[in-house]
């Protein structure tokens, strides 16, 4: 007799969470194996539960954990006595991940800035750059405040 397969909380959900995020610009697996972290149990999920919640393969799975562990979003769980590693989101990972990617929005305001200045003979262009360029630096300043109000008005302090 087959086992049954195991109920996932908000498998429907996490897979249009993730492909909104794969359109945005987050590559499918990483995106796939985020969403299901969110909906996971507490003790996280080990490789071959996301493999068979995701139905792909382990090493699917396995490139997917690399990345997001490399944007500081998952972390592996170990526990005295188990061999197998499982994988949960890390606490306020989104947040610090947005908030450490505000640098970036000032030095690419500064290049599309460049890029106006080199094309001047461009007027429609180099307003359209100058406005991208001003909602960047926008962003830059606001992202870290965005981060503090939300902290306060959700009573967590700033993580570290």
């Known amino acids: 007799m087959a086992e049954p397969e195991r109920s996932h ?36 999920y ?11 393969s382990p090493a699917a799975v396995s ?10 979003m998952v972390h592996r769980l170990s526990r005295p006595g188990e061999r197998v590693a499982r994988f949960d989101l890390i606490d306020d990972g989104w947040r610090s991940m947005v908030v450490s990617q505000s640098p970036m929005y000032g030095r690419l305001a500064d290049d599309i800035d460049a890029i106006a200045d080199d ?4 007027p429609a262009s ?4 100058r406005d991208m360029a001003g909602f960047l630096r926008h962003l830059e ?3 870290p405040e965005l981060v503090a109000e939300w902290q306060e008005s959700t009573g967590r302090s700033p993580s570290t």
Not at 46 to 52: G, I, T
């Open 126 to 129: 180099v307003e359209r750059a």
């Open 9 to 44: 909380p908000g498998v429907e959900r996490a897979e249009r969470a993730a492909a909104m995020l794969a359109a945005a610009g987050m590559p499918r697996m990483p995106a796939r194996v985020m969403m299901a972290l969110v909906g996971s149990p507490d003790e996280g």
């Open 63 to 72: 490139g997917a954990v690399r990345y997001l562990e490399s944007m500081r």
């Open 141 to 143: 300043k606001r992202m």
């Open 119 to 122: 094309n001047a003979d461009a």
């Open 46 to 56: 080990s490789a071959a539960d996301l493999a068979e919640r995701l139905g792909v």
